[in-house]
């Protein structure tokens, strides 16, 4: 398995202003993803974070409002950018490929509010 | 893309008996299935999987089953305890993952 760590895991945010989210890994894995999980549904991917290039967004997202970085094999972050109350959600980072067995693993979260 | 659909969106059980989750997925090119337990305040715990080339996996109380020809998969829980009250999310795979919609299970003492 792959033990992920987020940061922070909780934040309170003023509108308008950005937040960048942390995930590290603590083995090197193929596959990056960033997901989004409003209150009290289900996850929705945002975008593979691609080691060295550009990220790959779903339809819905862009990457000015969710510019993504993957500077490795073991870290990446998601930028949430100009945010408004319905950013309010858990932001997840999941890792998957060579280095989980193609097992695809999530770590526990970035549980933002915009007020 | 793929669109993954999932019943019961709720679930309620007395503790001991069984509870099954279903799930269907739109694209045949999906190999990879796996089943996620998401407890209030944390992120998704990989409960279990099943590869296309399997019909059929088991661990412990938790058993997958897989039919690729109809495109659906499904979650079987035995024995249930009061500790397996959570909500269920199926996805599914060719690259990225897909998720259902999720299913809350509460198991009754």
């Known amino acids: 398995s792959a033990v992920i760590s987020q940061k922070p895991s909780r934040d309170i945010c003023q509108r308008g202003t950005s937040l960048t989210i942390q995930c590290q890994v603590d083995?090197?894995?193929?596959?990056m993803f960033w997901y989004r999980q409003q209150p009290g549904q289900s996850l929705t991917l945002i975008a593979t974070?691609?080691?060295?290039?550009?990220?790959?967004?779903e339809s819905g997202f862009v990457i000015d409002k969710f510019p993504i970085s993957r500077p490795n094999l073991t870290f990446s972050t998601l930028t949430v950018s100009n945010m408004s109350p319905e950013d309010s959600s858990i932001y997840l980072c999941?890792?998957?490929?060579?280095?989980?067995?193609?097992?695809?693993?999530f770590g526990e979260g970035s549980w933002l509010t915009v007020v | 893309g793929e669109n993954v659909e999932q019943h019961p969106s709720t679930l309620s059980v007395q503790e001991g008996d069984s509870a099954v989750i279903k799930c269907t997925y739109s694209?045949?090119?999906?190999?990879?299935f796996p089943w996620y337990k998401q407890e209030l305040g944390k992120g998704p715990q990989l409960i279990i999987d099943?590869?296309?080339?399997?019909g059929e996996k088991k661990d412990q109380r938790i058993a997958v089953t897989l039919n690729k020809t109809a495109k659906h998969f499904s979650l079987h829980i035995t024995e249930t305890q009061p500790e397996d009250s959570a909500v269920y999310f199926c996805?599914?795979?060719?690259?990225?993952?897909?998720f259902g919609t999720g299913t809350r299970l509460t198991v009754i003492p």
């Open positions: 099943i590869r296309s080339n399997v």
């Open positions: 083995s090197q894995v193929t596959m």
């Open positions: 996805a599914a795979a060719a690259n990225n993952l897909f």
């Open positions: 694209d045949s090119a999906s190999n990879y």
């Open positions: 999941s890792v998957g490929g060579t280095g989980t067995g193609n097992t695809i693993y």
């Open positions: 974070a691609n080691q060295g290039s550009e990220a790959t967004y």
